[in-house]
Every structure is written in structure tokens, then in C-alpha cells.
């Protein structure tokens, strides 16, 4: 009698979820230097518009200057280091820093510097840029001087993502917010396989196709989807789309007639806190009974999840095991632990 062995894969150790210098080393080496969404263009629709938007411990602002250009920069005042605008969004024609009254353009360029006779003042004169790009209104951002071109790191996303004509029509109706108990890792983690989806996600499991449910692996992005147990066939071609965008992003494309999406931003806060940031993008700013009850739908997915990532997290500081295994369904982890393995200089 031969007993089969099954060769286990080992994943990310579990202290990398509780590390203070090792989120440290995230913050700069991940969020600093890769392209973040930070909103949609539908928050700075009008000429003064504008949005705060913190990224790893960076303040930022995100505004439409009246050249009808949208911009960003550092939310800190050049001239001694303060933050210069506390609301969260909102419309002005300059932003004036409440230290010495220093006033910037919606641009980020100085307008005013009372304790000044010039305003030439070199590196001085602006508040930091920030390079910005704009795709199907989705406001990305990059926090390296230096960064590439977004479209060389997710070009073959765009071009999936090209496919959703409404995607230019929609705009931000609706925005949730909840700091989770939990490293921006595991909550990833999660998102990654749907082994739980049974046991966790009882609703969830009954609307979509558990025994055809599909995790595809692409370049810096993976994509979920199932086709809906209660559509018609000719309905449920047009099925849901599920996608993870490296590092921290979900995005929840729903097509059809009535065509919406809806995105998730995971931020770090602490090595066991995140931010997550749930949006909800519509063609108009009345939500009908049906996309209501999408909302419903949605949240109380991710209300199971915040559950399981919380009691995820107790597990990571304990003494039991020093890493987990991958089961062989959860290779979109597996993926995603390699990159970032790899973005963080582990051999």
C-alpha cells in the first residue's frame, strides 16, 4: 500500500502582517511608487472642485484648475512644511494655508506669499506635483517623480477594461468607508479565492454559479467571474466581472442595460488596520430600486468578509504556525504574494 504525499507551498510568513518595519517598507516600496487610484473624475466635475486623499501617511489633493485641467499635488505648504487644506472636498478658487496665509491656484502654484515680496522662490513657488493619469474616469496617481507611463504596468488591463463603453458615462453616487482590523494583505488575501464563498457568503453562493466559478491570472491583474444561477442564458452571457488590479484595488464590473461598477481601495493604516474605501458608480445620481439592492447585495458580502479578515488577523501574532499553504485553488494569492515578493526585494 502506497500512501500519496502532497508537496505543500508555503505562503507569505505570517510576519509580514504584523511587522512594523516590514509595513514600513511596504509603504515605500509598494504605495509609494505604483499607480493608486484615488478617485473618479465625477468628484472634480466642476472648475474648483476638488478632493483630499491621504496615501501612505502622503496628504494629497486632487483638483480642476480653471484651464478645466485636473491636477495633483502634495496637501503640505511649501514654506514650512504645514497641511494646507482640512476638507475632505469641496469647491474654492485658491487653497490657503492657515499658518501664515499662504495662498496656491487650484494647480498647486503659488498665488500669495504675504511674508514674501516675490513669489519667485524656485522649488518653493508650487506645491509638489504628483503625477496623475486618467482612465474610463478613474483617477490614478503615482507617487514616484520618475514613475512610467501607467499603461506600461497595466496596459493589458486597459485594454480589457477598454470593452465597457458605459464606463465612460458613470459617475460616483454613492461612496462607504470602514477601517478593518486587519493587515491590507489579508483583506487582499481574501479577495483572491472564493474557497470560502460556501461557508461565508450564503447569498452570494446561491446568485452565482459556485461549480463554474472562475479565477483568470493576467499581468498585474486577476479577473472572477460566474455566470448568475437565477438569468436567462441570453442574459447570463452579459455575467459579472470581478477584478483584483496590484496591489490593493477591486474593481466590480456589472454590464448589461443598466451597466455600473463598483470599486474597493484598501489603504494601510497600521500593520493590522486598513482603510477600505467602497464606491459605487452609476449613469445617474438617482439609485433605482434595482441597484439598491445590488448595494445591499454588496455590502453584506463585505461585511462577511470584514468578519473573516478580522479573525484572520488574530491568528497572524500567535505562536502556532510561522506561515500558511495554498491549497491548490488559491493560486491568485499565490500570484499575488510572488509580486509582492518581488516588489519588495525578497529573493
Not at 474616469?137 to 463603453?165: H, V
Not at 452565482?208 to 447570463?236: A, G, P, V
Request: proline share 4%; aromatic share 14%.
Amino acid at each position: 500500500m502506497t500512501t500519496e504525499t502532497h508537496t505543500l507551498e508555503y505562503t507569505l510568513p505570517y510576519k509580514n502582517y504584523v511587522d512594523p518595519e516590514i509595513f514600513a517598507e511596504e509603504k515605500k516600496k509598494i504605495f509609494r511608487s505604483r499607480w493608486i487610484l484615488a478617485g473618479h473624475a465625477s468628484q472634480v466635475e466642476n472648475i474648483g472642485d476638488f478632493f483630499t486623499f491621504d496615501l501612505a501617511d502622503q496628504p494629497l489633493i486632487i483638483s480642476r484648475d480653471k484651464n478645466n485641467e485636473i491636477h495633483a499635488f502634495y496637501n503640505i505648504c511649501p514654506h514650512r512644511g504645514s497641511k494646507v487644506e482640512k476638507s475632505e472636498s469641496g469647491n474654492k478658487k485658491i487653497f490657503m494655508c492657515q499658518y501664515h496665509g499662504w495662498t496656491f491656484q487650484l494647480d498647486g502654484s503659488l498665488n500669495r506669499a504675504p511674508n514674501f515680496h516675490t513669489k519667485e522662490l524656485g522649488k518653493h513657488s508650487c506645491m509638489t506635483k504628483v503625477n496623475l493619469e486618467i482612465f474610463k474616469g478613474l483617477i490614478f496617481i503615482n507617487l514616484d517623480p520618475e514613475a512610467k507611463p501607467m499603461a506600461e504596468t497595466f496596459g493589458e488591463l486597459m485594454e480589457n477594461l477598454g470593452k465597457y463603453d458605459f464606463l465612460d458615462s458613470l459617475k460616483k453616487v454613492r461612496v462607504n468607508t470602514r477601517v478593518i482590523d486587519a493587515n491590507w494583505k489579508a483583506v487582499v488575501d481574501n479577495y483572491l479565492e472564493c474557497d470560502h464563498c460556501q461557508i461565508a457568503h450564503p447569498e452570494f453562493a446561491k446568485t452565482f454559479d459556485m461549480k463554474n466559478y472562475y479565477i483568470d491570472l493576467h499581468d498585474n491583474f486577476s479577473c472572477q467571474y460566474s455566470k448568475m444561477t437565477s438569468k436567462t442564458d441570453e442574459e447570463r452571457e452579459e455575467h459579472a466581472n470581478f477584478y483584483w488590479v496590484w496591489p490593493n484595488l477591486m474593481i466590480s464590473i456589472y454590464p448589461g442595460e443598466d451597466g455600473n461598477m463598483t470599486t474597493s481601495q484598501i489603504l494601510p493604516i497600521a500593520p493590522d488596520k486598513s482603510l477600505a474605501i467602497y464606491s459605487y458608480y452609476f449613469q445617474s445620481d438617482e439609485i433605482s430600486e434595482a441597484n439598491e439592492e445590488l448595494i445591499r447585495f454588496v455590502d453584506q458580502v463585505r461585511k462577511e468578509d470584514f468578519d473573516l479578515v478580522e479573525l484572520l488577523q488574530k491568528g497572524f501574532d500567535t505562536q502556532a504556525f510561522e506561515r500558511g499553504i495554498y491549497s491548490p485553488t488559491e493560486y491568485a494569492i499565490k500570484y499575488f504574494h510572488g509580486r509582492y515578493e518581488e516588489e519588495m526585494g525578497v529573493d
